[in-house]
């Protein structure tokens, strides 16, 4: 019964490939969010949706187009990788004002 | 545009000792503050929320206290024990997102 699942938990990939990245939350919120965090371990808003509405989209390239099916889901697709995406990935969910849960992260090493 | 800094980045504590984590904010409009503690390896997990009328907000041994006047959060540990190590976020929210700072690394020796 996890909260925030996203799948798969690593993906190593060459460069000039097309990767998806998963995400779903059971919790009921209706928001939901990519985060990506670097080597440094900083953690930096990527997109947020509301409702399955686009809210935020943080100067991510468009190579990155996340799709929101329904509230409770939210994948995340890149087109044509490079070595700087290489890093973890964060799907997280909250509803009004309430924690963030976040998923256990995406690794993806890009060579 | 929200910036949050976490001073310090690393602290080594003895175990059983209290300690202090600093989190400061630009922007003081912030719907809450939220703590997170992150695991090697893993995704973060809420420790704490502070809504922006709140002051200050208590689970177990952690007590975390918010100034939106002055722009700081601090974190309070009590009587640490080594499996607090991890690294502890602090992040501001706004409008449909979370701003975080970079973290303090905790170090618990028993």
């Known amino acids: 019964d996890t909260a925030v699942s996203q799948t798969p938990k690593y993906l190593v990939t060459q460069m000039g490939n097309d990767k998806s990245i998963k995400c779903e939350q059971n919790?009921?919120?209706?928001?939901m969010y990519w985060y990506k965090q670097d080597s440094k371990k900083f953690l930096k808003i990527m997109f947020s949706?509301?409702?399955?509405?686009?809210?935020i989209n943080e100067t991510v390239p468009n190579r990155f187009s996340p799709k929101s099916p329904d509230k409770a889901h939210l994948n995340l697709h890149i087109n044509s990788l490079e070595l700087g995406d290489s890093a973890v990935y964060f799907c997280?969910?909250?509803?009004?004002?309430?924690?963030?849960?976040f998923g256990n992260g995406t690794r993806l090493t890009v060579t | 545009k929200q910036e949050v800094t976490q001073i310090p980045a690393a602290l080594s504590v003895p175990e059983g000792e209290n300690l202090v984590l600093n989190c400061s904010f630009t922007?003081?409009?912030?719907?809450?503050l939220q703590w997170f503690r992150q695991d090697p390896g893993k995704g973060l997990t809420s420790l704490l929320l502070?809504?922006?009328?709140?002051r200050e907000q208590t689970s177990g041994r952690l007590n975390a206290s918010l100034d939106k006047s002055s722009g700081r959060s601090t974190l309070y540990i009590a009587a640490s024990q080594p499996g607090d190590s991890a690294t502890y976020l602090c992040?501001?929210?706004?409008?449909?997102?979370?701003?975080f700072g970079k973290g303090t690394k905790l170090s618990v020796i028993p």
């Open positions: 919790l009921g919120h209706d928001t």
């Open positions: 997280a969910s909250s509803h009004q004002n309430s924690p963030l849960h």
């Open positions: 949706y509301n409702n399955k509405e686009l809210i």
């Open positions: 992040a501001g929210a706004g409008s449909y997102q979370l701003t």
């Open positions: 922007d003081s409009a912030i719907y809450n």
């Open positions: 502070i809504q922006s009328s709140q």
